[in-house]
Every structure is written in structure tokens, then in C-alpha cells.
């Protein structure tokens, strides 16, 4: 998790992802056509196929972080907004305005394993 102040300053975040899957709208699929994607809502969303590199701005402290994915296609931005983060027993009920989830996975379409098989993927987080 990423702290942000939402409120005074909405995310500025990964420019032009593309096609995302929002499981806040029964997993309907859009084609994302904002120049920086904003955090203002609940948010549950797996960008598919995105960029190998992200830059995440309006970090709290004025920074930035670069997020780099190997071998992860999408991206994932998730914020429980108001009435998810009461139901979430180690989250304060104020607190959603001041954090974004990021994460790298193969969500989309799953690996699937055969015994004897490996899967390698990493991500690196980085202030800047």
C-alpha cells in the first residue's frame, strides 16, 4: 500500500493502462480512456497487459515510485473507499483516502503449473 492524500489531490496514476476488468461492476470490461487513471471511488480493477513499468505521482511526500514487473501482464489498483474499509477488522474507517493498492499478478488469465514446471515473475518498487 501507497500513502496518498485523495482528498486534496486525486491519484495521478498509470498513464493509459488500457483494457480493465472492474470487479466493483460485476467484472464488466472497459477500455480505460483517461490520461491518468484517479482513485475517487471504491476501486477493484485488473488492468490487463500493461506496460512493464509504471510511475506512480502524488506521493504524499511529493515523490515518486516506479513500479517494475517481470513476467506479471497486469496490473492491479484496488481502494476499499468508505464502506469497504469499515467492514476491514485492521483498517481504520478513515484511512482509504490515504492509501492505494498496487500490485503485479497474473490475474486475467492464470498460470497453470504442471508438476516438474517453475513460473519466475518479480517486481520492483522504487522511490524516486
Known amino acids: 500500500m501507497l500513502k496518498y492524500n485523495i482528498f486534496s489531490q486525486l491519484l495521478a496514476l498509470l498513464l493509459k493502462l488500457g483494457v480493465f ?3 466493483t461492476r460485476e467484472s464488466t470490461v472497459y477500455q480505460e480512456g ?3 487513471v484517479q482513485v475517487n471511488e471504491w476501486t477493484d480493477r485488473v488492468y490487463q497487459n500493461t506496460p512493464q513499468e509504471h ?3 502524488n506521493v504524499v511526500s511529493g ?3 516506479r513500479v517494475q514487473k517481470y513476467n506479471f ?3 492491479v489498483v484496488w ?3 468508505i464502506e469497504g474499509a469499515k467492514e476491514i477488522g485492521d483498517f ?3 484511512e482509504y483516502p490515504n492509501m492505494v493498492c498496487l500490485e503485479s ?3 486475467s488469465a492464470p498460470v497453470i503449473l504442471l508438476p516438474g514446471t517453475a513460473y519466475e515473475a518479480s517486481q520492483i518498487l522504487q522511490v524516486m
Request: net charge negative; proline share 8%.
Open 21 to 23: 476488468i472492474t470487479q
Open 34 to 36: 483517461r490520461d491518468v
Open 55 to 57: 510511475i506512480i505521482t
Open 63 to 65: 515523490r515518486k515510485m
Open 73 to 75: 501482464p497486469d496490473t
Open 79 to 81: 481502494n476499499p473507499w
Open 92 to 94: 481504520g474507517d478513515d
Open 105 to 107: 499478478g497474473h490475474v
